[in-house]
């Protein structure tokens, strides 16, 4: 008879310790370091000890995840352009929890980088994961009551910043198909008849690759932009994707990838942000898994 030995808790959380980190950093390649060190030290930890190893690990991996933050706040001060988070391919079965699709979102995560270290860390393990406000004041070293009113500033922080209305996954998803199809064949009547007056464009370079150094407004400006990348493409290719819990956009422009994630109002796009930088493109094979 074959004897099973128990699994790890570590193994068993994975999924959602992964997407803890995520949602704190808007790096799956940071998540990853962050997972690597956290495994290291649950390996030193004694397990007698630990009377909720779910619990103890996430408080473990935010902690780690809190000190990376606080290095790459300043380093992202130095980035080249505008900085957007690492796009991740996602099974349309993350849209299923509508909230945590929300909380992946590219719009989500970039309202989170406005938020500090100590208000982001507070927002997701309370608003995404539902941690009690005690355990979240013992990851942060901070008292229950200073953490609800951090919690109570980043709220408010994202609630002014987030879409006025929650658009339904087959609007997103028919809005992202008409807006690729009027990418795809460059037609710049079609391109505004799909974006609102006042859209955005935020793309990612990197510095490594061509790209706006800050964002661009207006959708007669947008417009001639993106039909202007379509006309000078040697090879152009517009594919429906999902990415971070939500209907997007692959784009291969004369081999290289670039994604397209889209915010959605009223019918029309009101957001897009475009990630060209090759450095954050390198999980678009596989869906990566998340959960809570």
Known sequence: MTEHLPVDPYVTHRTLLFTVAYEMLGSAADAEDVLQESWLRWSGVDRAQ???????????????????LRTLSRSREDYVGE?????????????????????????????????????????????????????????????????RQIGR??????????????????????????FLLALHTGELQELLAVMAPDVVLITDGGGVVPAALAPLHGADQVARILAGAHRKASAFAATPVWLNGEPAGR??????????????????????????????????????????
């Open 50 to 68: 630990v009377r909720d190893p779910r619990a103890y690990l996430v408080r473990l991996v935010t902690r780690q995840a809190l000190n990376r």
């Open 83 to 147: 900085w957007l988070p690492e796009p991740l391919l996602t099974s349309p079965d993350v849209a299923d929890d509508v909230e945590l699709a929300e909380s992946v979102s590219m719009a989500m995560l970039t309202v989170l980088e406005t938020l500090g270290p100590m208000e982001r860390a507070v927002f997701v393990l309370r608003e995404v994961f539902e941690m009690p406000y005690g355990e979240i004041a013992e990851v942060v070293g901070k008292s229950a009551a200073a953490v």
């Open 251 to 292: 784009l291969d422009i004369a081999g290289e990838p670039t994604t397209v994630s889209l915010a959605v109002e009223d019918g029309r796009v009101t957001r897009i942000y475009v990630v060209r930088n090759p450095g954050k493109l390198t999980r678009l094979d596989a869906p990566a898994e998340l959960g809570r």
């Open 153 to 178: 500033r980043a709220r408010d922080h994202v609630a002014a910043r987030q879409p006025r209305v929650r658009v339904s996954r087959s609007e997103q998803q028919a809005v992202v198909e008409r």
